[in-house]
């Protein structure tokens, strides 16, 4: 039976690229994003092509195990004609795409999924990924040796350990099942996306009950307001909803929506100067699939970086701990520098040092007993000196105690 949901799609270059490459589609029942990759105008080849493809499958399905075999060999077929288009046009070399696709069967999901675009689901005010990258930090967070949050910062994080390339005719392809129900609200997105907005932020925006085109396009604002360092491909599916839409005319986005047979023209060369230097996106190349032996070397690359930032944390814990010392002698050596007149059991007392103390460590140390007596003081003179009187040198501490020692002779 056809969906009964609601959607939308949208698509924008973003603050650095020169053009889309990524792509996407929302039809009736068929829901995919793709982002390419290769050069200027290979990648658009790439997510266009595999969104031509895959558009021929938006249609009803009497299983889920039909439209799982459908989406599994259209990709497949993908990848074959990537490879056919390279032989035709050898400037694409290395091009390809991720495809993260979704087709509604009743009341199941049937997902496909290859490359580092996400599927998310919120349901009951949760969010969660339900596609997993194929890069190589997620390699590093399943193992423990990263954290998800130290992934979103990682230099390797666009490198993709499977994609769909001009090299590999049978490309390994995450293929499954999900139970979805009214209320659901899909999200397919290129890394664009999820690499610049966090999980918090898609959650909000897709809590907020507005309809999928208004929501596409709070996500993508938050995206741009983040930089936007890639292109930004969002499609949102709600199940049911306040206007199910049992028919209507898919809506095709990025570079898939040019018009079949008009070519891609050649980036020109931008101009750059002192004062004006040419934008490069963020963490190019974006996305590559490397060769066999790479990924050793990539571990071996991020063992030599967790070893310098060990080395870096603690050279600079010490160099902390080193100022904290010096700024302590410093402060301790000033502290000597001032003398105060005070009693002890029984006698008045020249400090040197502060009355205040750190703890139970005490900033001042007896410096000269006067060997006046408390007890020849008035009470109001011998409260003033338990109090202590603060002196600005020792001859002012000395000057203090002649006064002192004068007002115990007259109380005699």
């Given at each position: 039976?056809?969906?009964?949901?609601?959607?939308?799609?949208?698509?924008?270059?973003?603050?650095?690229?020169?053009?889309?490459?990524?792509?996407?589609?929302?039809?009736?029942?068929?829901?995919?994003?793709?982002?390419?990759?290769?050069?200027?105008?290979?990648?658009?080849?790439?997510?266009?092509?595999?969104?031509?493809?895959?558009?021929?499958?938006?249609?009803?399905?009497?299983?889920?195990?039909?439209?799982?075999?459908?989406?599994?060999?259209?990709?497949?077929?993908?990848?074959?004609?990537?490879?056919?288009?390279?032989?035709?046009?050898?400037?694409?070399?290395?091009?390809?795409?991720?495809?993260?696709?979704?087709?509604?069967?009743?009341?199941?999901?049937?997902?496909?999924?290859?490359?580092?675009?996400?599927?998310?689901?919120?349901?009951?005010?949760?969010?969660?990924?339900?596609?997993?990258?194929?890069?190589?930090?997620?390699?590093?967070?399943?193992?423990?040796?990263?954290?998800?949050?130290?992934?979103?910062?990682?230099?390797?994080?666009?490198?993709?350990?499977?994609?769909?390339?001009?090299?590999?005719?049978?490309?390994?392809?995450?293929?499954?099942?999900?139970?979805?129900?009214?209320?659901?609200?899909?999200?397919?997105?290129?890394?664009?996306?999820?690499?610049?907005?966090?999980?918090?932020?898609?959650?909000?925006?897709?809590?907020?009950?507005?309809?999928?085109?208004?929501?596409?396009?709070?996500?993508?604002?938050?995206?741009?307001?983040?930089?936007?360092?890639?292109?930004?491909?969002?499609?949102?599916?709600?199940?049911?909803?306040?206007?199910?839409?049992?028919?209507?005319?898919?809506?095709?986005?990025?570079?898939?929506?040019?018009?079949?047979?008009?070519?891609?023209?050649?980036?020109?060369?931008?101009?750059?100067?002192?004062?004006?230097?040419?934008?490069?996106?963020?963490?190019?190349?974006?996305?590559?699939?490397?060769?066999?032996?790479?990924?050793?070397?990539?571990?071996?690359?991020?063992?030599?970086?967790?070893?310098?930032?060990?080395?870096?944390?603690?050279?600079?814990?010490?160099?902390?701990?080193?100022?904290?010392?010096?700024?302590?002698?410093?402060?301790?050596?000033?502290?000597?520098?001032?003398?105060?007149?005070?009693?002890?059991?029984?006698?008045?007392?020249?400090?040197?040092?502060v009355q205040q103390s750190i703890g139970p460590i005490s900033l001042s140390t007896p410096y000269e007993d006067t060997e006046i007596p408390l007890d020849d003081l008035s009470d109001f003179a011998r409260a003033t000196v338990e109090g202590t009187i603060s002196a600005s040198s020792l001859p002012d501490?000395?000057?203090?105690?002649?006064?002192?020692?004068?007002?115990?002779?007259?109380?005699?």
């Amino acid at each position: 039976m056809v969906f009964q949901g609601s959607s939308a799609a949208i698509s924008h270059t973003g603050k650095v690229r020169s053009n889309n490459q990524d792509s996407g589609y929302a039809g009736s029942n068929l829901f995919v994003v793709a982002d390419g990759m290769g050069g200027h105008a290979g990648g658009d080849v790439a997510s266009s092509l595999a969104i031509t493809r895959l558009e021929q499958l938006d249609q009803p399905y009497e299983s889920t195990i039909a439209a799982e075999k459908a989406l599994g060999d259209a990709i497949s077929d993908t990848a074959v004609e990537l490879i056919d288009t390279v032989q035709l046009r050898p400037e694409l070399a290395g091009m390809g795409t991720t495809v993260s696709a979704m087709i509604m069967v009743d009341d199941y999901a049937v997902i496909a999924h290859i490359g580092d675009s996400r599927i998310y689901l919120f349901r009951d005010g949760a969010l969660t990924q339900i596609t997993t990258d194929h890069t190589f930090v997620q390699r590093l967070v399943d193992s423990g040796r990263i954290t998800p949050e130290e992934a979103r910062y990682h230099p390797r994080r666009s490198v993709l350990m499977r994609v769909l390339g001009d090299m590999d005719p049978d490309p390994e392809i995450d293929t499954f099942i999900m139970p979805t129900q009214h209320g659901d609200r899909w999200l397919l997105c290129s890394d664009g996306l999820s690499g610049v907005v966090d999980e918090p932020h898609i959650a909000k925006a897709l809590g907020l009950g507005l309809a999928p085109g208004r929501t596409a396009d709070h996500l993508l604002k938050q995206a741009l307001d983040g930089g936007a360092p890639d292109n930004v491909t969002v499609v949102i599916v709600d199940v049911g909803g306040q206007h199910p839409l049992f028919s209507g005319t898919p809506t095709i986005v990025g570079s898939a929506s040019n018009p079949v047979g008009i070519e891609v023209p050649a980036a020109s060369p931008r101009r750059s100067s002192w004062l004006h230097p040419s934008r490069q996106a963020a963490n190019e190349p974006t996305h590559f699939e490397p060769a066999p032996g790479f990924l050793e070397e990539l571990i071996e690359e991020d063992r030599r970086r967790a070893r310098r930032r060990r080395v870096g944390w603690i050279t600079g814990v010490a160099l902390v701990l080193v100022l904290l010392a010096g700024a302590a002698w410093l402060g301790y050596q000033w502290t000597q520098t001032r003398y105060f007149v005070g009693a002890d059991d029984d006698t008045v007392v020249i400090y040197q040092g502060v009355q205040q103390s750190i703890g139970p460590i005490s900033l001042s140390t007896p410096y000269e007993d006067t060997e006046i007596p408390l007890d020849d003081l008035s009470d109001f003179a011998r409260a003033t000196v338990e109090g202590t009187i603060s002196a600005s040198s020792l001859p002012d501490a000395r000057r203090i105690v002649a006064d002192i020692s004068e007002l115990a002779g007259g109380s005699q």
